[in-house]
């Protein structure tokens, strides 16, 4: 079924792909419905979560990426994948990194029977964490830090913009 995913692919808004938009509220939408939305408010007031996933998703987990990308794609695969393409490889990671996946949050705590009120709430602040410092951490990372390093930078293209 080869034309699947061409046909698929033609379902795109602002270049998101509205079938896996759906998808991903189908897979959220069952432990959404089990969260009492009047509770995330309480998540402030238990501050050890808050600082903790503030802490590894901003602070230690863009960092790790980098590191740990740099190393295996300019040292450890460096005679095997040429140096442009390590550079695109990193700042993918980077981005990817930089970018925690909330629903797949939501579901762990779910299977972990975990508070999911407590959960929604370091979500939704995550959330806001991630609309405020996404671009700067991605171009930190991506052109930054790489001329820091000695490394020459180039554009990369995300969605609608370059950086």
Known sequence: MPTVPATL?????YQVSIPTA???WLMIYPMMLKIDFTSIVNAAKKPKGLIVTCTVNWLIKPFTMYAISAFFFFVVFKGIIPNDLAK???AGAVLLGAAPCTAMVIVWSNLAQADNE???GLVAFNSIFQIIF???FAYIFVTVIPGWLGLETHAVSIGMGEI
């Not at 692919?9 to 808004?13: L, Q």
């Open 88 to 90: 695109e490889y990193v």
């Open 134 to 136: 996404y671009s700067v």
């Open 118 to 120: 407590y959960t929604a």
């Open 22 to 24: 759906i998808l991903i």
């Open 9 to 13: 692919g033609k379902f795109e808004y």
